[in-house]
């Protein structure tokens, strides 16, 4: 079991930036992929980015493809989203999530096998 923890969320201004960073812990060993999703209120939990963590190949979904960044330091255990030009609208929280698996869609939630507890992140017009 990997055991994931989110910090670096908080309130921005729009177009200002964040870093979120999920540092993991345990089965690290067997990460092959990192992502992050996010979920508004009353909204559906969607996948935002991931990072394979062998290779560091990435994946986007369009809205935030070109403001967020994602990356992953392998000796640190840790997975980072560097989030430039915020917009109220990317109000919401922001899980981190690994994923044990070689083969499926990154894009899914039903890929990942750990979950933090999320970060809320609040951007104010």
């Known amino acids: 079991q990997v055991h994931l923890v989110e910090s670096g969320g908080g309130l921005v201004q729009a177009e200002g930036s964040l870093r979120l960073s999920c540092a993991a812990s345990g089965r690290t060993f067997s990460i092959s992929t990192m992502g992050w999703f996010r979920q508004a209120p009353g909204k559906e939990r969607e996948f935002l980015a991931a990072?394979?963590?062998?290779?560091?190949?990435?994946h986007y979904t369009d809205s935030v493809r070109g403001r967020f960044t994602i990356s992953r330091d392998n000796a640190k255990n840790t997975g980072y989203l560097q989030m430039n030009t915020l917009k109220p609208e990317d109000t919401a929280v922001y899980y981190c999530?690994?994923?044990?698996?070689?083969?499926?869609?990154?894009?899914?939630?039903?890929?990942?096998?750990?979950w933090g507890q999320g970060t809320q992140v609040t951007v104010s017009s």
């Open positions: 999530t690994a994923s044990y698996r070689t083969r499926g869609n990154v894009r899914q939630q039903t890929y990942y096998d750990s």
């Open positions: 990072i394979m963590w062998t290779g560091g190949s990435t």
